[in-house]
Nanobody, 124 residues
Framework: QVQLVESGGGLVQAGGSLRLSCTAS????????MGWFRQAPGKVREFVAA????????RYLGSVEGRFTISKDNAINTVYLQMNSLRPEDTAEYYC?????????????????WGQGTRVTVSS
């Protein structure tokens, strides 16, 4: 069982930056692929970014590529989402997810564990 706790959300103006963190419990974090998803009110949960268990392979939603960066620090059981040049359309609840696999996963149903979410609001 893995427990995930996100932090770092908040209110920011358009063009600003935030860094989300997701810390996992357990001793086998290095074997887990990680993902970030978001869900805006009234919309379905969508993929944002994912990385392999080592953190060496990454995937991004097209609209965030070049602005967001996912990174994984296996030494401290934490995955980050650095978000730059934020836009009002990035406003959503952001969730991290984990699955013990060597693959990079981009669909919500692929993940076994989820955090509780952290809210990001970008004002125009």
């Amino acid at each position: 069982q893995v427990q995930l706790v996100e932090s770092g959300g908040g209110l920011v103006q358009a063009g600003g930056s935030l860094r989300l963190s997701c810390t996992a419990s357990g001793r086998t974090f290095s074997t887990y692929a990680m993902g970030w998803f978001r869900q805006a009110p009234g919309k379905v949960r969508e993929f944002v970014a994912a990385c392999s268990s080592s953190g060496g392979i990454t995937r991004y939603l097209g609209s965030v590529e070049g602005r967001f960066t996912i990174s994984k620090d296996n030494a401290i059981n934490t995955v980050y989402l650095q978000m730059n040049s934020l836009r009002p359309e990035d406003t959503a609840e952001y969730y991290c997810a984990a699955r013990r696999t060597a693959l990079v996963l981009t669909t919500p149903n692929s993940y076994d564990y989820w955090g509780q979410g952290t809210r990001v609001t970008v004002s125009s």
